[in-house]
Each structure stands twice: as C-alpha cells, then as structure tokens.
C-alpha cells in the first residue's frame, strides 16, 4: 500500500472513528493499484479498447445484442453463467467449475484478460449478476461495470455495431479458476446472521413482497432481521445513483458503518445489485445464491412487518 493511500487511510479513521475501521481498510484496499475499478465511464472503456486482453460482455437478450452492441463484444445471456433449469431445484444457481471454464473459453476470457462488463437494457440486475460470477471465478481484480450500460455508450457519441458478434479467435492463453466462496452465502451464514447485530441482512425485492404481498417460494415474508432496500432505489435510467445517495439508503435502512452485509432477493439476481452497491461502499458483503426460495422453502422461520 503506498504512502499517499496511508495517509487517506489515516485521515478517514479519524473522521470515521474507531467503528468504522473495517470498512474504511477495505474502502482503501480496493484503492491499491492493480485492481480494476467496479465501475467506469464509456470514456474510460473506449481509452481500454486498445487493449489486446479486453474482452468486453454485453448482457442481455440475442435481439438486443444484434439491434445495438459495444464494438467487439460478446453477448452473455444468465443462462450461459448459471446451472440448468431443473423442476423442484433451486434457479439461477452459480455453476461448477468445468462448467465455467467452458464458458470462459467461449467468450474468450483467459487469467490476462481485462474485462468489463456492459449492460444491455436499464436494469441492471443481470450484469450484477454476470459480475457477481466473474468475481467468484477470482477475476474481480480485473473486472468493471460500465455505468450506464449502452444507453450511456450511444449517448456519449460512441459507435455501436449491429448484427451478430464477431467471430471469437481460440485463445491459447492461461485460465485457472479459483473459486472465491467468500462472496457468497449459504443458508447457514444466513441463519447465524439473524442472531448477529455486526451482519445486516438486506432484502433486495420490492417492498411489496418484503411485505409478504406475495413472491412466496412457497411462504409469503421475508428473513427474520432482514432490512429492505429496493433494488429499483439504487440507479435511475440505468446509471447508479452516487456513493452518497446510495450510502444514505443504506443507512436509512438501518445498515451500520462497519457492518458485514448479506443480500438476498427472490432467486439470486437482484440481490447481485445490491451485493455490487454493498461492496462500491466498501461493505463485506456476500449474496446468498438460494435466496428467498430456499429460505422460504424450508422450515427457517419468516417475519412479516408489523401491521
């Protein structure tokens, strides 16, 4: 960690005092060089185009991918990055290894590649969820979102292609997955969490369904302690909202500086959005895979809002 980054370090801990130690070291590790910032601008993609190991992943449906695409990308649909539908299995579950590794070669990501993952339409949840996957690979270091998506990318003057992808040349380079378990939450982390006041469990569905009006996997409610934060709260035409706005949400919901975080949702996707502003603002934040259809499923107990 260089000097300057000390230094920042020491003036936030005297701003934020004792408490907020944890996140303030984490908030100042994601700044060390060599790690890819989470979020950048089409400015700061087009400087990357030059690149020879950038491998740019457009989210989003094969019409949208041909109707308008970020020159040189590669389309990725959640079916490519998740497990097989399967009747009374859970949806939209992170795959095994071989079967990532397939997938990474196909779209032609090796352990030198830079990537950057572009949204499709204004919701974002899908590339959340492409990230979140990328991440648990062991490729967060080398992985940003572009903010704004290809809304941002057309309004900001860029080209955009039509059509299909181009064809991908067979990459010969390294690729060696190293599963990163930390970032995501089984429904043991989730059950010790509701008896723990230093992990904020954060619901991302809307507040209907948190509510129990509904989305029950079978049963209505939402995880005991768990506190809501809308994922339609956290970006607006696709653009995330500023770290402030985003941390005073947060903090309204009753989210502590210094606090752990696990977001849920329905299956496992919304909750990837919130996981990505958690860990923007520097939070330890997991995502539980299961989600409310697993929890909901099961014999956990559920909570509904007072009346």
């Known amino acids: ?33 060599g790690s890819a910032p989470l979020l950048i601008t089409p400015t700061q993609l087009d400087s990357l185009r030059a690149q020879r190991e950038l491998v740019v992943l457009q989210v989003g449906s094969p019409a ?30 992170l795959p095994d290894t071989p079967a990532l590794e397939q997938w990474a070669r196909s779209v032609g990501i090796t352990n030198h ?8 339409t204004d919701t974002l949840q899908s590339a959340t969820r492409v990230f979140l996957t990328l991440a648990f690979m062991g490729f967060a270091d080398r992985t940003s979102l572009l903010n704004g998506g290809v809304r941002a990318w057309k309004d900001a003057g860029k080209p955009l292609d039509t059509g ?46 948190y509510a129990g009006q509904g989305g029950g996997y079978p049963r209505p409610g939402h995880i005991p302690t768990a506190v809501n934060v809308p994922l339609s709260l956290v970006s607006e035409n696709g653009l995330f909202k500023s770290n402030e706005e985003l941390r005073a949400l ?36 997991r995502m539980y895979d299961g989600s409310f259809q697993e929890w909901s499923g099961s014999d956990k107990p559920l909570a509904l809002p007072p009346a």
């Open 250 to 285: 947060f903090a309204h919901a009753g989210v502590k500086p210094g606090d752990s975080v696990i977001t849920y949702c329905h299956i496992g996707q919304q909750a990837t959005l919130l996981w990505f502003v958690a860990r923007q603002l520097g939070y330890n934040a």
């Open 113 to 120: 590649s830079r990537i950057v993952v572009v949204p499709g």
């Open 164 to 209: 299909e992808a181009a064809a991908i040349a067979a990459t010969t380079g390294p690729l060696r997955i190293v599963r990163d378990s930390s970032i995501v939450a089984v429904m043991a982390d989730v059950d010790v969490a509701t008896r723990e006041s230093s992990t904020a469990i954060v619901d991302a569905r809307l507040p209907q369904f």
């Open 1 to 33: 960690m260089s000097s300057s980054t000390l230094r920042r370090l020491a003036l936030a801990i005297c701003v934020a005092g004792v408490a907020n130690l944890a996140s303030v070291a984490r908030v100042a590790h994601a700044q060390t060089a």
């Open 64 to 93: 949208q991918f041909t109707s308008g695409h970020v020159p040189g990308a590669r389309p990725v649909a959640l079916s490519d990055v998740s497990t097989p539908r399967v009747a009374g299995a859970l949806t939209l579950e």
